[in-house]
């Protein structure tokens, strides 16, 4: 018997295809390949762009941070002064105790150092008679984590508050 084309054995039909798909799955494998290779490159140009970012978050986060820290120890010795009225003879003293309040507001902070805030003498201002504006001024330096270029290295964030005490 004569094998006619249509007669022959369905594994030689089969046989071309599968070559072809394993020719491709070798072209796939290569392609994969330098796909990873530029999956960690683009890693490797990424990070550093990224922790840069992170760290200035950070950085710009402690800031404001500082900031409301410094805010709160100035509202925290207003209060103070707004419910104790001062005298020429207790002024040393009332003085003293603003400055401790302010200190410990910010001692429960575990970045800031409670020894690093300055705080000014209050400045009392006799407006009408029995009527005291008191002045309350803190400053607290605050250092950047790293030198950014074209920025200073440390800022000072300042808080004041104006209360009208009773005398």
């Not at 890693?43 to 986060?61: E, G, H, Q, R, Y």
């Not at 402690?62 to 509202?75: I, K, M």
């Not at 005291?132 to 030198?147: F, G, L, W």
């Amino acid at each position: 018997m004569k094998a006619t084309a249509s007669s022959q054995p369905s594994s030689t039909r089969i046989t071309l295809p599968s070559y072809r798909i394993r020719k491709s799955a070798r072209k796939n494998y290569r392609f994969r390949k330098q796909r990873a290779g530029a999956v960690l490159l683009e890693f490797a140009i990424t990070i550093p762009v990224m922790m840069i970012l992170a760290i200035a978050v950070l950085d710009f986060s402690r800031l404001s941070y500082y900031r409301f820290l410094v805010a709160d120890a100035a509202g925290a010795a207003s209060r103070y002064a707004a419910f104790h009225p001062v005298t020429d003879v207790s002024y040393n003293v009332w003085m003293q105790k603003l400055d401790t309040i302010a200190r410990n507001t910010i001692e429960g902070s575990p970045w800031a150092s409670a020894s690093d805030l300055i705080v000014y003498p209050a400045v009392l201002n006799q407006e009408n008679p029995g009527e005291t504006r008191v002045i309350i001024k803190m400053e607290y330096v605050y250092h950047a984590t790293i030198p950014w270029p074209g920025l200073p290295s440390e800022a000072t964030v300042r808080s004041t508050v104006q209360i009208m005490g009773a005398k």
